[in-house]
Nanobody
């Protein structure tokens, strides 16, 4: 079992920045890939970014490339999402996710094994 707890969400003006954190416990952190997803009201949960076991590989949704950066600190059992140049359309609940591989994080959608409870990000115009 893996437990994931997100933090760092909040209200920010367009053009601003936020950094989300996701603390993991349970299985050894370096044995699973991590990702961030988001879900806006009335919409599906969408992939945002993913990172491999040791951070050597990353993958981003086209909508956030160049603005968001995913990283992980295996010593702290934590994955981060640095969000810059935020736009109102980035407003959503952001979820942390964990599974066995980056490929699974990118492609498996809601079939991913482990999810956090979500943190709200609101970007005002």
């Amino acid at each position: 079992q893996v437990q994931l707890v997100e933090s760092g969400g909040g209200l920010v003006q367009a053009g601003g920045s936020l950094r989300l954190s996701c603390a993991a416990s349970g299985r050894p952190f370096s044995t699973y890939a991590m990702g961030w997803f988001r879900q806006a009201p009335g919409k599906e949960r969408d992939f945002v970014a993913g990172i491999s076991w040791y951070g050597r590989s990353t993958n981003y949704a086209d909508s956030v490339k160049g603005r968001f950066t995913i990283s992980r600190d295996n010593a702290k059992n934590t994955v981060y999402l640095q969000m810059n140049s935020l736009k109102p359309e980035d407003t959503a609940v952001y979820y942390c996710a964990a599974d066995g591989s980056l490929q699974t994080i990118v492609a498996a959608g809601l079939r991913i094994a482990y999810w956090g409870q979500g943190t709200q990000v609101t970007v005002s115009s």
